[in-house]
């Protein structure tokens, strides 16, 4: 399968090529770049050295292909969408730019008037967890935002339960800093980031919208920035309607995750790591899943991590190619981690 | 065929001897087979310590 990346200079784009470029099913074409057109990718992703000779194209060369990844920043491919649908078959977005199905929700988030409505309910919202059988049959899939997969993965199964207030949520998320891009700006600075904790949104953060469309419930999240490179940790508090125990939290989440390739319970009795923690997850696609029963306060916290750039990202988008494709769910993403890290 | 008293996570018999303590393969819990007919587990008791009080 030939695809190409649109794009492709920033973290997530080096992410996707880091995966496509040993993906056995995969070759990669094209990378595309106006800011870095002519230069080898290796320039921008120094890690591939020797695995690629490719160089940068400018978005104007951009050639057909079977399968598209646009890795640009969010309204950049907005407008170009039918030309894309029409150059490749298929289309994985990781932007936000086709993620939320009611249009109006892009005002309101995005402070933009969405120029394609009509596509937003042919899009899928790419969490195979939520949506593998749309996604196998998609010629447009979304990919989700690094913390709204975090808090959907993390909710999702109590959500669909009926057990916990729908309306009394909230999200407390933190997250490492190539969230932020490439091009992240002061708030990027070592001198700024380096031992940062901020609440750089401790409410009205974007993907509050992306949480609440796939969970069902009404979401109060609030982000912060903390002193990693890698990571999202999503804390998520439910207030329960009526009584239960841990062994029925272990039900619900097992009949939910129990089968599934990249989600794992983590909730263990001892040792250091007894639940979900990013570090450990750095490189990898999968998102660790923990919960704990607070009976004093009627209250179930539930725990998500994962690789911002990986499961919150790339790792994701290759998992929706597989299914697209109709290879292993598996296939290019069986790096299990490190440890220590 | 028994469970985790812990998490219910199903625990079978296979070669476990009776008073042996193995962990829970989901959730770490160190269990301690108490009957091998009928197969039962329990919560391993903790190592008690004397801390010369």
Not at chain 1, 331 to 334: A, N, T
């Given at each position: 399968m030939n695809v190409s990346i649109v794009g492709g200079s920033g973290y997530?784009?080096?992410?996707?090529?880091?995966?496509?470029l040993r993906h056995p099913k995969v070759d990669v074409a094209q990378v595309t770049s106006d800011s870095m057109a002519g230069k080898p990718v290796v320039r921008a992703h120094p890690n591939l050295r020797r695995l690629t000779d490719l160089r940068f194209t400018p978005h104007s060369d951009l050639d057909p292909c079977d399968l598209l990844f646009l890795a640009m920043p969010h309204g950049r491919g907005m407008d170009r969408i039918p030309e894309f649908l029409a150059r490749a078959g298929k289309v994985i977005d990781l932007s936000a730019d086709f993620r939320l199905k009611d249009p109006g929700l892009y005002r309101t988030y995005y402070e933009v008037d969405h120029p394609h409505p009509e596509l937003l309910a042919k899009s899928v919202y790419g969490l195979p967890e939520v949506h593998r059988e749309q996604i196998r049959d998609a010629t447009l899939v979304s990919g989700p935002g690094c913390i709204a997969t975090a808090a959907i993965l993390a909710l999702h199964p109590l959500a669909a339960t009926g057990l916990i207030h729908r309306d009394r949520v909230v999200v407390d998320a933190k997250t490492g800093s190539s969230a932020g891009g490439s091009d992240g700006g002061l708030a990027a600075a070592h001198a700024e980031r380096s031992g940062v904790m901020r609440a750089y949104a401790p409410a009205n953060h974007r993907h509050t919208a992306e949480i609440e469309q796939e969970t069902?419930?009404?979401?109060?999240?609030?982000?912060?920035?903390?002193?990693?490179?890698?990571?999202?940790l999503a804390t998520c508090h439910t207030f329960l309607e009526e009584t239960i125990t841990e062994k029925d939290l272990w039900r619900i989440y097992r009949e939910a995750y129990g089968k599934e390739?990249?989600?794992?319970?983590?909730?263990?009795?001892?040792?250091l790591y007894r639940l979900p923690e990013p570090k450990i997850l750095a490189g990898t696609n999968f998102c660790d899943v923990g919960f704990v029963l607070d009976e004093h306060a009627g209250r179930v916290v539930t725990i998500a991590a994962l690789d911002n750039l990986m499961k919150g990202a790339a790792g994701n988008a290759v998992q929706s190619m597989n299914l697209m494709a109709g290879y292993p769910e598996t296939?290019?993403?069986?790096f299990v981690g490190l440890h220590p890290v | 065929m028994t469970e985790c008293p812990e998490c219910g996570r199903a625990i079978e018999k296979q070669n476990l001897i009776e008073g042996e303590i193995f962990p829970c393969p989901d959730c770490g819990l160190e269990l301690e087979v108490t009957s091998l007919a009928p197969f039962r587990v329990d919560t391993a008791p903790r190592e008690a310590e004397d801390w010369g009080e």
């Open positions: 997530t784009g080096g992410e996707l090529l880091r995966l496509l069902g419930l009404r979401v109060a999240l609030s982000c912060h920035a903390i002193e990693a490179v890698r990571g999202i390739p990249f989600v794992r319970i983590v909730k263990e009795a001892s040792g296939m290019g993403l069986e | -």
